[in-house]
């Protein structure tokens, strides 16, 4: 799964792609037709594992075929009972419809897109933390509207940058559901299958917890939420170290510049760039899932609930490959306290007019109190480290 | 306040109104000079209440003087020190800068737009529990891509509802909060008079409290998601209404219905119109506040938050207006069972084709089903309704 | 109508203020009136001129009561004919649906917040070509990705910012055209009360014309683009205005520079601030307007209609006060030659390295080059400035 | 390329396939090196066509590649050099930067995707000018705010549809162009090369001509937006087509329905469904590039300039099958004037106030009048059909 134009997304690798996909449909399949066998409701025979009965060669099939329904599943049915055999044939995707099967593969692509983020998060943290501790005594100037403001500290830069971070972590916290209600959601097939209401409640438990995954779903919005606000917070990190990269500033640089096809001399912060990228291109597809929730309607909606699917995927492979970006670059992140302390200096006096106000010195207290704002951050960061 | 382009916008009376906002700046000054007066840093006598120095009549003049400096503090500020009187006037904003008093204002702001979101929502989860509690036996077409699916009860319609209002009553939890920073969030202002970081963030705590704010900022868009998850939820109970209301359908209708201005005959379902225009409208909006944290540059960025004041306001308008329309509607549905049951006995025998194939038996069992499901939903809102 | 959270919104008077918005329903009521007796199918008693029978005073109470209907024309008429005597009372808004009204006063707003846009436009293009021809010679430091790349002038980039705001020009061409359909759009109204579709098409030009709009409806995503591109435009040049205002850059300034409530040494590009905030927020609101394009239904849509009213209103709005913020920024602004000069010096050898290899010279051929753009740039801006 | 999360996304075939962009890189570069060879620059030796020198097998390379510069023109020409032999290795790119590849081979993406619009587009407006024309007298109700309104004719709605395709159809009218301006847009390396400012634009000139692309690139933000108006077009009609279908109300059904995969009955209209599928995602992807140009900066921008090639490509494929889809639905639109005339029957006398109130007569003059309204849209249609 290349993506020539959006370089950096091989590093999502197969999360999220067709393949990936395919493959989590076909588990919630095999995890509902185990579920009937041990349950009681379809015979033993037929619990035969359904994982290889579909795979990357009906890739393009699939996709073709599922115009005509509207949606993957139905062919994908078709061809697992095609090649499940007798008696299995006849239980796969019994009681399900389409949109329990499509809405819960794509909570386990969602799981494990969240799972990358939360790592690529430890090591931002962990780098940001370091950052925050080492520079707590690095003098550089604050900026405000562009202008140089009041002294501050990297260490306490880097410290609203890890307040961010944590806070997008925080909102990572949406557990993926598996949904097994049946046609219209009203659990009516799964309780005719199971005889009762709390017997459609075991059955689908018993799918959702062999899936590891949470049993109440969530409005996808709070999820597509949570991976824009990662974007945003890489995003505000992006744009600051693409400012302090400039030659002009000097203050940061990236460990790694990119090359150019024609100026030879060219060192860019293309890890920013590419961040910076992802975070302009988020909050319209967080906005497209919510569109599409409001735009509901009925049992099953007609087009909102479609427009989901491939908003998320792309969503969520941005975030990834942004995360990833966010951490190589904070892991190698270059400080420069003498660019910093050269620009405070011509700042200077300017720049410590509202401290001299208050104590008529200009080397004043700012030291402690921004000691005060980075040690309340690593008290969080160490929540998530461990 | 009137909008003549946003029929429903009087219900919000002076929320977030621009007198609102003015006297909610006046009001963080006061809350703050008073904490500097207790801590010992001004003088007693500097203690004098800012209410009423700066009022309505300011405003046009306010507005106006606003735009030199980029925010209405600036001139603000001005304002009350001319009137304060001496030694008040020195003291007023002392240790604070522009973002802590315009950002705590709005936090005010928004926490009248949640307490009344939150009433609403109050009154609509009564209504929607009553709903699916009363008609968890009155059976309707249950409809999926706009075709008759499978039977369900008009209760478990209305469960689907209630669980998604109590979803986004969930996202509203994001406690507003002061900021109390001073220039660029150092802490350096407000520790230089107090002597100390510890002082400092006592000062800070104390201004808070007395405001009655939480201590620790959340980026904006935690609440303004929050907002949109509610109209998205309002939108689908609009949608379906407005469906349901059609004539050809009949099912539901709104307790009086808008008129025409050359159509006679007209019922219109306007509440469900105009609530569905809400839902239109946020999205975009919550769209608005990510992208403004995503460009986020600098200690204070050079218009990424100045974006960010009117998005808020016009966002927590747009929701509580729909948030009182979506309370009147639910509260004054009409629901006609007759209806429902001549639609489903015109859909049959189509529509039990899922139910015969597991029971053979279309009268079949999804009344435990759907049961099981509203008995859940309910006890979700008991905890809502106390 | 001052806005306190939209510093420079004061810019824009009264347009498509209510007080504005009330005027042009009235104009279009009128202007329909008048055309009715003009054509004998109203007596000439009927021919009241109904401006002044509703003002600003009625507002509060009309934008109340437009809630019940879901539009403020339902209340208007109501007023207005309860207001106009016999027998102008019993043919006021005859034949006339209430999208006609609205629909109509919208474009009358939108007519003359173009004017207002095309005006500022023509000051701001007569700034940057003044900027262009001075500065041909001008030699700075062009960049890409942040990074220092050829040399370039000031000239050219100045050019760059005159061909984008030149296209955002063209991109306000779009008529802006009555609607009298009646009810539904099929001029059976207005045709019963002409005796023929002629005679209705005929009555719908001459109202038309008497407004000084255009007969054809355009969707409103045309001209709602067309502000978006001219927020774009400017938005550009905010940026680099931003970044060159810089300290640690500084070659170039704002006229004047706003102040700071706490760092009196603060000198704030405050104009670019305010103009990059504009663009953050305008691509959701025409995001909104296609939107709603795309949820229409029925000769009438129940929503999307209704979402527009506010958004144009807001979008409009938004866009004046940027391009009067544009036109004095551009009118005003500073140029530095030596800082340019300086940070080009600083820049070699390696800015010269693309230009080396092609010419084994570093003071190579760019300047003809970039003559020719800055030519076919004053070129375009010719035909706005006349 | 197949897509399981967007069905019907094969009909785009390889339209802005990671393949087909590849092809395009190569012919831009190829063009070029041409037009430097005709030029008499390069000599005659190094005028190899590279086409075939990279293709598909390298895209995974090519891919990866890009992350490192942040585009993927870098690495291409590295390989391009790599496998050009001598002499042609030297004059591979020379002059251009990877903005001027990228941006042209974006261009003849855009354009094979508006030629396939326009293709179908000819279908839709041919199936609805039939249906407008055959259906002029075939009354129905016509309907606002979801209920009754006026009677209206199925032609004059279908009238409206087509204006509404005819508008967007005006709209793909943006010229695709090529950009060879080198580094920083400045043309200093063509006229270098080319010995003078006029020489390059000659240069740049051919080599546009032979890609056939127009000279003067406009904003990316104008065709963006006319995709975006297509969908809307489309969105409008699929509403209408979904709401027509539903069983209550039988007016319009699509030639073929779509299956479930649970509920035998069930016949889906499914390409109204997938269309407005495409009409909830295609605005904020248009927002996108408006973000994207208003975050412009510098004279190639850290982020905005790359958010636009994905963002593009996706915004093209969802409108190119969209439009497929809208052809085939149109072109197989079933129309059922009996349940029309039901409808309408069962909606009188109250849909006739209007009317009656005009003429004492419900069987009034609408015909005439939508036949003026069917006629100028015939007249405009017949522009396009020729």
């Not at 066998?37 to 990357?56: C, S």
């Not at 790592?119 to 140089?148: F, K, N, S, W, Y």
């Not at 075991?202 to 799918?207: D, G």
């Not at 909050?283 to 427009?307: C, I, N, S, Y």
Request: glycine letters at 10%; aromatic letters at 4%; hydrophobic letters at 50%.
């Amino acid at each position: 799964m290349s993506d020539l134009l959006w370089p950096g997304d091989h590093r999502c690798g197969e999360l999220f792609s067709d393949a990936a996909v395919l493959a989590a449909l076909v588990g919630v399949e095999s995890a509902w037709l185990r579920a009937l066998v041990r349950h009681g409701i379809a015979p033993a025979e037929a619990g035969t594992d359904l994982a290889g009965r579909a795979g990357p060669e009906d890739l393009d099939r699939l996709a073709a075929a599922a115009e005509s329904g509207g949606n993957p599943v139905i062919p994908l049915v078709a061809l697992l009972r095609e090649r499940a055999g007798t008696p299995a044939a006849d239980w796969v995707h019994k009681g399900l419809t389409s949109q329990d099967v499509l809405d819960t593969a794509l909570a386990m692509c969602l799981r494990d897109a969240v799972a990358r983020l939360r790592a690529d998060i430890v090591v931002q943290v962990r780098a940001l933390a370091r950052l925050a501790g080492e520079h707590r005594g690095t003098p550089m100037a604050g900026r405000t509207l562009t202008q140089h403001a009041v002294p501050i500290t990297f260490g306490v830069k880097a410290a609203g940058w890890l307040d961010d971070v944590l806070d997008a972590y925080d909102r990572l916290d949406v557990p993926p559901a598996a949904r097994f209600g049946g046609a219209a959601g009203t659990l009516a097939g799964p309780a005719a299958l199971a005889g009762s209401a709390r017997g459609a409640l075991a059955l689908a438990a018993a799918a959702a917890d062999e899936l590891g995954l949470d049993h109440r779903p969530r409005p996808v919005t709070a999820i597509g939420d949570g991976l824009v606000a990662c974007t945003d917070a890489w995003g505000r990190i992006a744009n600051d170290v693409l400012l302090a990269s400039r030659p002009e500033i000097g203050e940061l640089s990236e460990e790694h510049g990119g090359g150019s096809s024609t100026m030879p001399q060219k060192r860019n912060p293309v890890l920013s760039v590419l961040i910076r990228r992802a975070a302009l291109a988020a909050p319209p597809l967080g906005a497209t899932l919510h569109a599409a929730a409001a735009a509901r309607v009925d049992e099953r909606p007609d087009g909102a609930w479609h427009v989901e699917w491939a908003t998320l995927r792309t969503l969520a492979r941005r975030a990834v490959t942004a995360g990833a970006q966010a951490a190589d670059l904070l892991a190698g992140l270059r400080v420069h306290p003498d660019r910093m302390a050269a620009t405070l200096a011509a700042a200077r006096p300017g720049i410590d007019a509202e401290q001299r106000e208050f104590t008529g010195d200009a080397d004043g207290p700012y030291r402690g109190a921004t000691d005060a704002i980075i040690d309340a951050a690593l008290q969080r960061a160490a929540g998530v480290l461990g």
